[in-house]
């Protein structure tokens, strides 16, 4: 190509207007509803005098849904890899905008909103999630079973886990910042990829806020792609497999706590509330919440520690923090403390029974001696594993 030619192509290139809004739509087999979305968004953006494009990111559709897309005017992104994340991720990947709005390609969604979503991501928002419940949701457009119990439960417990400030964790329609979207590394590939966006967000501390939308009944005559139990229980396992602080941490410091405290209480004797008598038999049990419960603690720190390694949650100072104390030398030193106490025990039961000739002991007495020492030595032998699993998985990351 000569000087002249290519420097009329940059003058040219230079003319055109920057994109500053992708819309991007996730489409598998949408032929009945695909032309009414697009129409819609082009529209809408044309109205509003937004320079923007419309991607259908095509999951490997059979009904024409390709050709329908390039006839309307709507870039065609083909992604092989299945699945509704993977969609979008191969959509947004291909977007030129600044910003980028989602929305199901089933006219479910009004795309009319668009502006809404523009006007909060340019004042410096993130995030941007449509609320559903603020706006309205058409009579059969959402199964009662999701709209009151499955969405707001699910929701209720991401707020609670994360502190993300959104009120309908679900909602399809939504926009963001392309680099902001760049900085939440997301990895899920399917539906979890909805709830992954709003976790990383809030987990980076990225700035959230919600405008109203609606819901109206999906335009097609074929069932939706969304499963109710299956899509539910992996809502609620992504959930959970992202909080290990709610899913292994709390209910460990519980189990703890419950044991130490009970083990404290029959340590000296049996204990009777009203006719019913505590005696070894509880004691056992205590012992095992004890150690249940540490276990529970130690699976949390591993949870956390492996997900920061591979970039699932950010790095979080209170965990640095921790193991500037924590490490493999003080956990080792802890353990064999622990693990000593223990045998300290175990050998002052064995003189015991020695004194009484090697012969029959109370056994509840008895218990009472080598049960917090089978305890303490377990816990020992348990805090020296974690410090050098603990400092296996750090390696990686230092």
Not at 317 to 340: D, Q, R
Not at 356 to 371: E, K, P
Request: glycine fraction near 10%; proline fraction near 4%.
């Amino acid at each position: 190509m000569s000087a002249h030619a290519r420097m009329r192509l940059e003058a040219s290139a230079s003319d055109q207007p920057s994109v500053e809004l992708s819309v991007i739509l996730p489409c598998l087999n949408e032929a009945e509803t695909l032309q009414i979305c697009i129409a819609k968004a082009h529209e809408t953006m044309r109205a509003a005098n937004i320079c923007g494009e419309v991607i259908v990111a095509d999951n490997g559709s059979t009904d024409g849904s390709q050709r329908i897309a390039l006839e309307c005017g709507a870039r065609l992104v083909n992604v092989k890899q299945k699945g509704y994340g993977s969609a979008l991720r191969g959509g947004i990947a291909a977007a030129r905008g600044k910003y980028v709005v989602m929305g199901d390609a089933d006219a479910s969604y009004d795309f009319s909103h668009i502006p809404r979503f523009l006007t909060e991501l340019r004042v410096g928002s993130d995030l941007v999630m449509g609320n559903r419940f603020l706006g309205g949701i058409a009579r059969g457009a959402m199964p009662r079973l999701h709209r009151y119990l499955g969405n707001p439960v699910l929701t209720w417990l991401g707020r609670l886990f994360f502190n993300a400030p959104c009120r309908d964790f679900y909602c399809g329609l939504r926009g963001f910042k392309k680099d902001s979207y760049e900085k939440m590394g997301l990895r899920t590939s399917g539906m979890e990829f909805a709830s992954e966006m709003v976790v990383k967000a809030a987990l980076l501390g990225m700035q959230v806020s919600e405008v109203p939308t609606t819901l109206s009944p999906d335009g097609r005559s074929r069932p939706p792609h969304l499963r109710t139990w299956r899509d539910g229980w992996r809502g609620l396992r992504f959930l959970l497999l992202y909080s290990p602080r709610w899913l292994f941490l709390y209910p460990g410091i519980l189990l703890m706590l419950a044991g130490t405290v009970m083990t404290g209480w029959l340590i000296t004797g049996p204990k009777q509330v009203g006719s019913v008598t505590f005696d070894v038999d509880t004691l056992v049990y205590a012992a095992i919440s004890i150690l249940l419960g540490f276990q529970a603690i130690t699976i949390a720190l591993f949870a956390k520690v492996f997900a920061i390694s591979q970039g699932l949650h950010p790095a979080d100072t209170k965990v640095e923090k921790f193991f500037s104390y924590a490490n493999l030398e003080t956990g080792l030193l802890a353990g064999a403390l622990i693990f000593l106490a223990g045998l300290g025990l175990s050998v002052f039961a064995v003189a015991s029974w020695r004194a009484h000739h090697f012969g029959q002991l109370n056994t509840g007495q008895m218990l009472r001696l080598t049960m917090p020492a089978a305890v303490s030595m377990t816990l020992g032998f348990q805090i020296s594993l974690a410090s050098f699993f603990l400092s296996l998985l750090r390696i990686k990351r230092e």
